[in-house]
């Protein structure tokens, strides 16, 4: 089981009601208005208000489209590899290359990027790709680790640059149990790893977290 919080970099999206009719006649202008109500308004003393007894679309919402996802992972942290043909001893994935994710770190603004964000729908496809490579990383550990890994949750913080699609920092917190052959080390460097799409907005941080059973 998952559960997952974006904070995107830029909050909210409005969604406004729409006055529209069917047909082409529209309501002569009448008030005070100066004939300025448009088409789905009517005048009331000196303002334009919307006219319910016009056909009204119900809303200007965007409909957002279906994004493929590959299914939900079943079996978390065991050993499908063939251990023999794993090294005799275990050397960890070098992460010393990819930045911690630090809230208060310096970060220079893209004045000319616009305000784009990537939707949930997107991420959360994404995620999924991550979750795969994520239980690499844990099939590796379970062979080195008598064929099983105990549970427990792994947090993750990423941070997403839209113009590269790519995390430029990452932490990663484990339960103790998970914190066992490399592991952490190599599920920073399978989301370092992870193209996301690029996007036209400013940078977005993604918490997520993976529970893991025992």
């Not at 113009?163 to 990663?172: E, H, L, N, P, Q």
Request: aromatic residues 6%.
């Amino acid at each position: 089981m998952r559960t997952t919080l974006i904070v995107a970099g830029l909050l909210g999206l409005s969604m406004a009601p729409a006055a529209c009719k069917k047909n082409s006649d529209s309501n002569a202008p009448s008030g005070e208005c100066g004939g300025m109500c448009g088409r789905g308004t009517r005048c009331d003393g000196k303002a334009c208000v919307v006219d319910y007894s016009q056909d009204i679309c119900t809303s200007q919402a965007v409909v957002e489209e279906e994004v493929p996802m590959r299914p939900p992972i079943t079996s978390w942290g065991e050993c499908t590899l063939d251990r023999n043909q794993l090294p005799k001893k275990f050397v960890p994935v070098d992460d010393k290359s990819i930045p911690q994710y630090d809230p208060n770190r310096t970060r220079t603004l893209d004045w000319s990027a616009g305000d784009e964000q990537l939707n949930e729908p997107v991420l959360n496809a994404n995620m999924r790709e991550v979750e795969y490579a994520i239980n690499e990383c844990l099939a590796v550990a379970a062979c080195y680790n008598g064929g099983s890994l105990k549970g427990g949750r792994i947090d993750l913080i990423i941070s997403l640059v839209g113009k590269t699609g790519r995390a430029d920092a990452v932490s990663v917190t484990a339960g103790p149990d998970l914190q066992v052959f490399g592991i952490v080390p190599c599920v920073r460097k399978a989301i370092a790893n992870h193209q996301f799409p690029t996007y036209n907005g400013p940078p977005m941080t993604v918490k997520y977290n993976i529970e893991i059973g025992e």
